[in-house]
């Protein structure tokens, strides 16, 4: 089925340790976005990519590095895992006259 | 900078009563706006949305109007079923192209409805 596609579902991670979300959509968009869902709240941006090999920080990018080197993939690094990062993650990409399609989501426990 | 404020929750309703989350925005210019739905387990589906004032989106009983005016889209569904139970996101993106196409949320509306 076409859509976003996240991997993996759930990790836990212990503090200091890193690891990477994946995130693949091949819809063939050119817009994609890394957010975060922390309990009670809204959806907060991380990083976004307006096409391959072009990247920028959205709003909370402290603590993560991505990468776009295709059209289809945008993975989300964690270099030095901390408690504040447990969250929800949620991968997406946009078309212009549909709008947003949302992975998921991958549920990250730091302890 | 651009901010979504809505109805907290959770609210909780008995089948077929109706239902209003209110949603209220601070954007510059002419965002547009959404509601997303999500169901447990799962990522965010696009509910219904509009682009401009006095626009009216709707979806599956759902409806929003785009009230300028007074900044709002509140959501209103006349007769809520079981199915309906969710956590639903007001949002509006105020530009176009990059970071303009991101989207501000509201915190969710946790919505349960019992039989």
């Known amino acids: 089925n076409a859509g976003v596609t996240q991997t993996p579902k759930f990790r836990i991670l212990k503090i200091g340790q890193s690891m990477t979300l994946q995130c693949t959509q091949d819809?063939?968009?050119?817009?994609m976005y890394w957010y975060r869902q922390d309990p009670g709240m809204g959806l907060k941006l991380i990083y976004y990519?307006?096409?391959?090999?072009?990247?920028d920080k959205g709003e909370v990018p402290n603590g993560y590095n991505v990468s776009r080197s295709t059209t289809e993939d945008f993975p989300l690094r964690l270099e030095l895992a901390a408690p504040s990062q447990t969250s929800v993650y949620f991968c997406?990409?946009?078309?212009?006259?549909?709008?947003?399609?949302f992975g998921s989501g991958t549920r990250l426990t730091v302890v | 900078g651009d901010s979504v404020t809505q109805m907290e929750g959770p609210v909780t309703l008995s089948e077929e009563a109706f239902l209003t989350i209110n949603c209220t925005y601070t954007a510059t210019g002419y965002p547009s706006l959404f509601w997303y739905v999500q169901y447990p387990g799962e990522g965010l589906q696009l509910l219904l949305k509009?682009?401009?004032?006095?626009d009216k989106g709707s979806n599956k009983g759902f409806e929003a109007t785009y009230r300028k005016e007074t900044t709002s889209f509140h959501l209103e569904k006349d007769s809520v079923q079981v199915s309906d139970s969710a956590v639903y996101f007001c949002a509006l993106s105020s530009g176009s192209g990059g970071s303009n196409y991101k989207l501000t949320f509201g915190k969710g509306t946790l919505l349960t409805v019992n039989p």
């Open positions: 990519s307006v096409g391959a090999g072009i990247t």
């Open positions: 819809m063939n968009h050119n817009y």
């Open positions: 509009a682009t401009k004032a006095d």
């Open positions: 997406a990409s946009i078309d212009r006259v549909y709008g947003y399609t």
